[in-house]
């Protein structure tokens, strides 16, 4: 099938921007400006470096320094050197500095827009609407000092990857990397400077921060959160009482599945916003409790009358007005979270982002920013294939199967060292309805948004169609 024009210009920015990213001058200087390369009789180049630590081992994650040598000597016949030599060269200085400002490149490229947004109607008032989650990759225990962990049934030494994903364009905003004891509600203020009026931020617990949801609300912007069962809830500001809101719910709303209070929340500073409250069926109660249960247990705690109470419903508040979501859909809304943890699983089962192997803080970062530069390379070619697979069949494209068929006989290192990526472009297009997820009875994430499926109505048989307008 002939690729439309539009569509060929959208290739060819994608690939403009990846030779840009891999250009070897540029990395060459960029090399020499963080130190290192510091000598011209340097036998290791800035290119080869850089895609030694990317595409190079994207099939061998546990790569050995013998193994890297072997991986750098077919990638430049001309260079020789030890896997003593090459330890010296990743953990010495400059190495981590490169590869950092290489990462960084990478996603200020991403940042620059590829692929056309698609909206459905409930996402079209929102210019931007982020999602922030993290993930943890555990690690050798002598690093402990360079990365904490938490320890107890986990490791002394882990690193924390936070990563926050823009919806409506598919990219990836930003990855900030810290020690594992890293908190997440640590980072609730990292987005919010940069916010714009009619921007929505989608949340998830450990975010959860008064000061920093006041903040969005003053910059225009919204946000969309879990409500925590610590969180002081009224009726109006000047309340004096906080409700005791599982027994205030059943006592007036006893059998209404879904209920929306305007309350303000929080003791001093107290925050008007819309909360609503969605009572899950018994069986999805039972297994939350079951698993809650078990979560306690392995922490040596016992759950509460009133934590096993509160899991009865799912509550949710936010400053998206009434007239442009109804309380009906808003818990179908926070399901864009989900995307976040699939891309977590992507990287952790194709990409082996959790493993991370060796001893020397410097060689684990060095793994870790080439990793991540290849995590937003591949999602640059695989957004252009999600784009041309909408636009030309709509169907969904399977990130998964991409990932894989771009892995496979390292077929992305030899389209970046042969530079033809516009070939590679145009074989996803040809290909690009056996790269598509197979059709299924369930709807996705994104078909519930696009029909407007109202949150109580996804508990209903999977085996059935849901409707497609709203209840």
Known sequence: MRITQK????????????????????????????????????????????????????????????????RLQQLNPAVTISPQALAQRMTGAGAENYLQAVLQRAVVANLQPTVEALDSALLAPFKRIFLQDSTQAQLHEQLAEAFKGSGGSASQASVKIDLIYEVKSHRIHRLPIGPGTTSDQSRADDLVEELHATDLLIRDLGYFKLATLATIVDK????????????????????????EL????????????VIELAVSVGQTERLPCRLIAYRLPP????????????????????????????????????????????????GTLYRLRWQVELIFKTWKSLLAIHVLRGTRAERIRCLLYGRLSVVVVLGMLSR??????????????????????????????????????????????????????????????????DHQIPYMDSFRDKTTSLPKALA
């Open 7 to 70: 569509l060929k210009a959208l290739g060819s920015c994608v690939a403009g921007k990846l030779q840009r990213l891999f250009d070897p001058t540029s990395l060459e200087e960029l090399a020499r400006e963080q130190g290192f390369i510091q000598r011209s009789s340097s036998q290791v180049t800035g290119v080869d470096f850089v895609k030694l630590l990317t595409t190079e081992i994207l099939e061998e994650p546990l790569v050995s320094y013998e193994g890297l040598c072997d």
């Open 220 to 243: 225009e912007a919204y946000f969309l959160s879990r409500l925590p069962r610590s969180a002081a809830v009224y009726l109006t500001e000047t309340a004096p009482d906080a409700l």
């Open 246 to 257: 599982v027994p205030y719910l059943n006592q007036h709303y006893p059998h209404q599945p």
């Open 283 to 330: 069986e999805v109660v039972t297994e939350r409790r079951r698993k809650a249960r078990a979560n306690a247990t392995k922490k040596g705690r016992t759950l509460t009358q009133q934590a096993l109470a509160w899991l009865e419903f799912t509550f949710l508040i936010t400053t998206v007005p009434a007239t442009r979501w109804s309380a009906a859909v808003i």
């Open 384 to 449: 252009f294939a999600a784009g041309y697979a909408q636009a030309q069949h709509q169907r969904e494209l399977s990130f998964h199967k991409v990932i894989t068929g771009l892995k496979r006989k390292d077929r992305l290192a030899r389209v970046l060292n042969q530079a033809t990526l516009n070939n590679l472009l145009e074989q996803l297009a040809k290909g690009i309805l056996r790269l598509c997820k197979q059709q299924r009875k369930r709807p996705t994430t994104q078909q519930l948004i």
